[in-house]
């Protein structure tokens, strides 16, 4: 593979810097963006691998010092974002470097809009106008680094946070919350292991196929979402076959980057449940999305079966239609080894009420194609929960 092919810069939806070894013009880029001590936003899994050191020390040598926060949960909560901002104005800090999966991009961004403001996070969930009360004058500048292929929260314009009291996901938005500068280094995802690779690539799926899916009118984000599909169909098998192979790596990065541009459209039913399941039972966003993805397909089924038509034939999936991309969706979660119930991850049914009624009133719904109350989130949670297709 040659590495200029990839190496190459973008201004859509944001800046963007791609390419293979990247990273180390983070240094540049913080004095770019008038960062003269960032903190640097990670997860506790990550702060003590080679790589976040590699980027503590090129920075420090580059004079431009990082605090390092990394006291976050998978599902990143208030409480880790209150800490962070504590963090940040103790140690005067002046800008965010979100790095790693989900979690750290979405509390590295959720700590860059809290520090100048007054109002509890809660106050900013995405409902109404309630992004009108943000002081953008107390926002931090953020630089955001994915070292997974998943959420695409790079280039997401909110953060995913959950409310331990409330137990509750709950959206936290801004339009200014989008990361000034992101960059896409494949290498910072090579070695990732295949389960990891697996669940943040159908995640990444899952995003492109409820934005195609959505009702509301985006025909750029319709397309980047198919693209993006074509891009997971050949690219997510090899890497999770070689955790190495790099080409793979920076394609993935790139539909994962394509997920979050086009759920601009809306998402819909997949997330509704999968945001309940992980407030209460702290789950892998991805891994919840894929075995969510059948049943949910199959509930909506009445209603996309001309964008499943389109999505088959772009794909040259061996079968048309409807049956076609449920058979490929039920293929790549048999061949990366993911389960194909609830059951098999711990969730039983004795929520199944409480979960539905969560379901229905969830940010994503209302994009879903089809209008679920909370009756048909139960029956769909429970045939997630039996294997009933």
Known sequence: MSKSRFFINWNYP????????????LPQLCREMGMATPMLVTDPGLVALPMVQAVVENCLVAGVPLTVFSDIK????????????AVFKAHGCDGVIAFGGGSALDAGKAIALMVGQTHPIWEFEDVGDNYLKVNTHGMMPVIAVP??????????RSSVITDENAKLKKIIFHPRMLPEIVLLDPELTIGLPAP???????????????????????????GIALE?????????PRAVADGN???ARM?????SSMGATAFQRGLGAMHALAHPLGALYDKHH????????????????SAIEEPMSRLSRYLALPTAGFAGVLDWVLFLRRDFGIPHTLAEIGIGEEDADQIAQMAAVDPSAPSNPLSFDADSYRGIFLNACRGNL
Do not use: K, W
């Open 286 to 301: 991805g891994l919840l999305n894929a075995i969510l993805m059948p049943y949910v397909l199959s509930a909506n089924r």
């Open 196 to 222: 990891i690779t697996a669940a943040t690539g159908m995640d990444a799926l899952s995003h492109n196929l409820e934005a195609f899916c959505a009702t509301h009118f985006h025909p750029m984000a319709e």
């Open 14 to 25: 944001t800046a963007m810097r791609v390419g293979p070894g990247r990273v180390r013009e």
């Open 147 to 156: 070292t997974t292929a998943g959420t695409g929260s790079e280039v997401g």
């Open 251 to 255: 394609q993935m990065l790139v539909a």
């Open 245 to 247: 192979d790099l080409e």
């Open 74 to 85: 998978g599902n990143p909560t208030g409480n880790n974002v209150s800490d962070g901002v």
């Open 228 to 236: 993006a599909m074509r891009l997971i169909n050949i690219y997510l």
